[in-house]
């Protein structure tokens, strides 16, 4: 089967920085994708990889590695708005999306 | 700005009764858009991909004679809740990507919709 694993929920505090895993197992990868997604609202496009490597933008990082079927989010200067939901998602072969279940992050003042 | 627009954002229904539920594109012809639905504190679940002009394609488990999916323009898919009962209620989503060439082909979201069925 294919599937994608997130941490369920991370606590970082105003300021610092912190790192989202996500792993996945697909039938082939055609892009991974990060979204944002506040509670209650639709997400929001944050990121996408398709090359190996780290990809920035502003205070949001995103990494991957094909070969480990890794990727990671990376978020600096953490600001009280940025707590939020992180979803990972994963284009198959048939460019079907694969969604994470989100990993739910928490700022602490 | 916003390039899916949903609504309505919140709908309330009695048990038995049938929620329509619109999605949008503003500002490019969407052939493909796909609905979601969100329970609380899970990650999103593909209802069905709705194709323009043609038969929406569902995911399995997912009644199609409950959820109606309705694309008859490029810019506007449907979703109607056919006799809602309470364990219906969630959070519906909507989304389309812009067929452009180069672009990573991301999905736009509409704003969701929360339908409480009493």
């Known amino acids: 089967g294919q599937n994608i694993d997130q941490p369920t929920e991370m606590t970082a505090t105003e300021g610092a920085i912190v790192q989202i895993n996500c792993t996945y197992q697909?039938?082939?990868?055609?892009?991974l994708f990060w979204y944002q997604q506040h509670a209650g609202e639709a997400p929001t496009f944050l990121s996408y990889?398709?090359l190996d490597g780290l990809e920035e933008k502003g205070r949001f990082s995103s990494f991957l590695s094909r070969s480990k079927g890794y990727s990671y989010l990376l978020l600096k200067e953490l600001q009280m708005k940025d707590s939020a939901s992180y979803l990972c998602?994963?284009?198959?072969?048939?460019?079907?999306?694969?969604w994470g279940a989100g990993t739910k992050l928490i700022i602490k003042p | 700005g916003a390039v899916v627009s949903q609504h309505p954002s919140w709908v309330i229904c009695k048990s038995g009764t049938s929620v329509k539920i619109e999605c949008r594109s503003l500002?490019?012809?969407?052939?493909?858009m796909f609905w979601y639905r969100q329970f609380p504190k899970q990650s999103l679940m593909l209802m069905a991909t709705?194709?323009?002009?043609?038969?929406?394609?569902?995911e399995q488990g997912v009644e199609k004679d409950k959820f109606l999916i309705n694309h008859a323009s490029l810019t506007l898919s449907t979703l109607t809740v056919t006799s809602a009962h309470p364990e219906d209620s969630s959070f519906y989503i909507c989304?389309?990507?812009?067929?452009?060439?180069?672009?990573?082909?991301?999905?736009?979201f509409g704003e969701g919709s929360r339908l409480t069925v009493l």
């Open positions: 989304s389309a990507s812009k067929p452009l060439a180069g672009e990573a082909g991301e999905l736009f």
């Open positions: 500002d490019f012809q969407a052939t493909t």
């Open positions: 709705s194709n323009e002009g043609s038969k929406a394609t569902y």
């Open positions: 697909t039938s082939g990868f055609n892009g």
């Open positions: 990889n398709v």
């Open positions: 998602a994963v284009k198959d072969s048939n460019y079907q999306l694969i």
